[in-house]
T-cell receptor, first 110, second 115 residues
Framework: SQKIEQNSEALNIQEGKTATLTCNYT??????LQWYRQDPGRGPVFLLL?????KEKRKERLKVTFDTTLKQSLFHITASQPADSATYLC?????????FGAGTTVTVRA | NAGVMQNPRHLVRRRGQEARLRCSPM?????VYWYRQLPEEGLKFMVY????????ESGMPKERFSAEFPKEGPSILRIQQVVRGDSAAYFC?????????????FGPGTRLTVL
């Protein structure tokens, strides 16, 4: 069965540094990979989508890479700020059905 | 510009009771998706509906769970005879159309606790 794994440990970083999150998957060939942000007690908020034929996507301080050979996506938050503290979810899909990882919690210290 | 609305935000039920969760999609969105999030687990797809139609219910338990999206009014996720294992956060999402890359906009969720 398909498996989606994100960083098992929570990530604690200093303000201004780059946070790098990983999303690995097995038994799956997604056409799309998305990243969401989830704050405590809230629903996921869409951040970025990358297609299987794209290597990299950027949006402001966010960067996503997608390596279909390694079956891995990396999510970078550059120049991190305390407001970036949240749980980040990766989600894979071939259609409307999103399959989520369990998430990685990021805490940015001032 | 109201987003996806869900109510109630918190729901407490005793074993054997019924739970009704409501979702109003974003204005102009006719596609609704329900997901369930158990503690320490990722969100799991349950069901996909369009107005008056269930398109895909492959993620929904065969018994006790049902969903609808009537022509008028919100989408409803109904859980009959709840058990402790139903305790979870239930999220609704909507999109303007079904496209493989269409962004799904999520509501704040309903946290169901079964005593």
């Amino acid at each position: 069965s398909q498996k989606i794994e994100q960083n098992s440990e929570a990530l604690n970083i200093q303000e201004g540094k780059t946070a790098t999150l990983t999303c690995n998957y097995t038994n799956y060939s997604p056409a799309y990979l998305q990243w969401y942000r989830q704050d405590p007690g809230r629903g996921p908020v869409f951040l970025l989508l990358i297609r299987e034929n794209e290597k990299e996507k950027r949006k402001e301080r966010l960067k996503v890479t997608f390596d279909t050979t390694l079956k891995q996506s990396l999510f970078h938050i550059t120049a991190s700020q305390p407001a970036d503290s949240a749980t980040y979810l990766c989600a894979l899909s071939n259609d409307y059905k999103l399959s989520f990882g369990a998430g990685t919690t990021v805490t940015v210290r001032a | 510009n109201a987003g996806v609305m869900q109510n109630p935000r918190h729901l407490v039920r005793r074993r054997g009771q019924e739970a009704r969760l409501r979702c109003s999609p974003m204005k102009g969105h006719s596609h609704v998706y329900w997901y369930r999030q158990l503690p320490e687990e990722g969100l799991k797809f349950m069901v996909y509906l369009q107005k008056e139609n269930i398109i895909d219910e492959s993620g929904m338990p065969k018994e006790r769970f049902s969903a609808e999206f009537p022509k008028e009014g919100p989408s409803i996720l109904r859980i009959q005879q709840v058990v402790r294992g139903d305790s979870a956060a239930y999220f609704c999402a909507s999109s303007p159309r079904q496209g493989e890359s269409d962004t799904q906009y999520f509501g704040p969720g309903t946290r169901l606790t079964v005593l």
